[in-house]
C-alpha cells in the first residue's frame, strides 16, 4: 500500500517520503487509507493549486527535519480549566475534567469527510495517533461548562507534532475552547472537528506563533445545527510557512458564525488565513472580520468564500471583510475573498483594502511627544485591536497584550 500511495505523489520530495513512510506504519484502516490517498493525490499542497498557490507547502517543507528551537511560551498559561497537551504526535490528557465534559480516546481513526477539499486535514487525519497514543480524542459537552477548555500544541525539536480532536456540543450546551499552537516542530499539523448540534454554541479563541524554520497547519471543520452559535477569535504571528483554515457548514436553519482573525507578520513569517463558509440552510447569518499588519520581508494571505447554494441558501445574511496594513517597503499582502451565491433572497458582502498607516494620525501622535516607533505601534493596536473583540472578555485582554508586545518588539 505504501509502495501504491508513493507512487501517485508527483515528484515526492523527501518530507512527502517520509510521510508515505510514516503512514505505512498505522497499520490496515480503510479510513486512514481514504484520507491518506486524498492527500496522496497531490502530496503536499503547492502554488500550482489555486488554493495554495501563495502558501506552498512542497517548497516551505523539503524534509522533515526538527527546528533549531523549542516552541513558543503559552499566553495562556495563567488561565484555570482542563488542559490537553500535544507534543509530538502525543497526547497529555487533563486529570480531571469539569462537569458536562467526557474525553472518549479513539484507537482507531474517524472518517474525515471532506478529505478532498482539504489536503492538509486529511493528512492528519490518516497519521494522527502513534504506537500507544490514541488516533484521535473525541470531547462531549453535554452542557454548559464554566471553564474553558484549553489545548495546547507544542514540542521541543521534533520532526513533526501531528493530532486531531474531535469535539462534540450537545444540544443546548456551551464550550469555550482555546487553543495554542506555538510550534517546537518542523511539521506541525492539527485537525479540528467541532460539531454544534441544535441550540448549541461554542467560543473557539486560537494564537499560532512558530520559528522561521517550520511548516504549520490548523485546519478545523465546523458543522452548525438549527440556532446553534459559533465564534471563532484567531491571533497569528505565522511561521516559515503557516496556515489557519477553516471550512464551515450550516447545516440547518437559523445557525449563526463569526469569524475574526487578526496577524502580524515580520521579516520571514508567512501567515495564510483561509475559509470557506457554506450556508447549506435558510437564514442562517455569517460574519466575518480580518484585519492584518506585515513588515518588510513578512507575508500576509486571507482567503474567504461565501457559498450560497440556490435552494437551500435563502434569506443568508452574510458579510466579509479583510483590512491589511502594509507597515513597511517590502511587505506582501494577498487577498482574495470571494461570494458564490445561487440563491435570490439573500444579502450578502464582501470588502478589501490594503495600504499604509495615516501620515496625519502619525502626524498628530509625533507632535505630541510619542516617539515613532510608539506611534505606529498605537495606531496599529488600534487598528487590529477590532477583529479582536469577538474573544470571551479574558481571553480577548490576552490577545490584545501579545499583540500590543509584539508591536512594541517585546
Not at 492528519?124 to 454548559?144: C, D, N
Not at 504571528?237 to 437559523?254: C, D, M, N, P, Y
Not at 460574519?287 to 443568508?316: C, D, E, H, N, S
Amino acid at each position: 500500500m505504501a509502495t501504491d500511495l508513493k507512487s501517485i505523489i508527483p515528484n515526492a520530495n523527501a518530507a512527502e517520503l517520509e510521510l508515505v513512510a510514516r503512514y505505512a506504519m498505522r497499520g490496515e484502516d480503510p479510513r486512514r487509507e481514504r484520507a491518506f490517498s486524498a492527500f496522496a493525490a497531490s502530496g503536499l499542497p503547492h502554488r500550482r493549486m489555486e488554493a495554495w498557490r501563495w502558501s506552498d507547502f512542497r517548497a516551505a517543507l523539503p524534509a522533515l527535519e526538527a527546528p533549531e528551537g523549542a516552541g513558543a511560551v503559552d499566553p495562556f498559561s495563567a488561565l484555570s480549566g482542563p488542559l490537553i497537551e500535544i507534543s509530538a504526535s502525543q497526547y497529555k490528557l487533563p486529570s480531571e475534567l469539569p462537569a458536562g465534559m467526557r474525553l472518549i480516546e479513539r484507537a482507531d481513526a474517524d472518517v474525515f469527510a471532506p478529505a478532498e477539499k482539504m489536503p492538509l486535514g486529511a493528512l492528519t487525519a490518516a497519521l494522527a495517533g502513534r504506537k500507544g497514543a490514541p488516533a484521535s480524542l473525541v470531547i462531549e459537552v453535554t452542557e454548559p461548562v464554566a471553564e474553558p477548555l484549553r489545548i495546547v500544541a507544542r514540542s521541543d525539536r521534533s520532526e513533526a507534532n501531528i493530532a486531531r480532536i474531535t469535539v462534540l456540543v450537545r444540544p443546548g450546551a456551551h464550550l469555550d475552547l482555546i487553543e495554542s499552537h506555538l510550534g517546537g516542530a518542523g511539521f506541525s499539523s492539527y485537525l479540528l472537528d467541532l460539531t454544534l448540534q441544535a441550540g448549541a454554541s461554542a467560543t473557539r479563541t486560537l494564537y499560532q506563533i512558530g520559528a522561521g524554520d517550520e511548516a504549520q497547519a490548523i485546519t478545523a471543520n465546523v458543522e452548525a445545527a438549527a440556532e446553534a452559535r459559533f465564534t471563532q477569535t484567531a491571533l497569528a504571528f505565522g511561521a516559515k510557512i503557516a496556515r489557519i483554515e477553516t471550512r464551515l457548514t450550516h447545516q440547518e436553519t437559523g445557525s449563526h458564525a463569526v469569524l475574526n482573525a487578526a496577524y502580524l507578520a515580520a521579516k520571514g513569517r508567512h501567515v495564510d488565513l483561509t475559509s470557506h463558509i457554506r450556508h447549506g440552510a435558510e437564514a442562517c447569518t455569517t460574519r466575518q472580520l480580518t484585519k492584518g499588519a506585515v513588515l518588510a520581508g513578512g507575508r500576509g494571505i486571507f482567503q474567504g468564500k461565501f457559498m450560497v447554494p440556490r435552494k437551500v441558501g435563502q434569506r443568508t445574511d452574510a458579510a466579509m471583510q479583510h483590512h491589511a496594513l502594509l507597515l513597511e517597503y517590502g511587505a506582501e499582502v494577498f487577498a482574495k475573498p470571494e461570494l458564490e451565491i445561487y440563491a435570490d433572497d439573500v444579502e450578502c458582502a464582501h470588502g478589501n483594502t490594503c495600504g499604509a498607516l495615516d501620515g496625519d494620525q502619525l502626524f498628530y501622535l509625533r507632535q505630541r511627544g510619542i516617539p515613532e516607533t510608539e506611534a505606529k505601534a498605537l495606531l496599529t493596536q488600534a487598528f487590529v485591536t477590532e477583529a479582536l473583540e469577538s474573544a470571551p472578555d479574558l481571553a480577548a485582554e490576552i490577545l490584545r497584550a501579545a499583540a500590543e508586545a509584539w508591536l512594541l518588539g517585546k
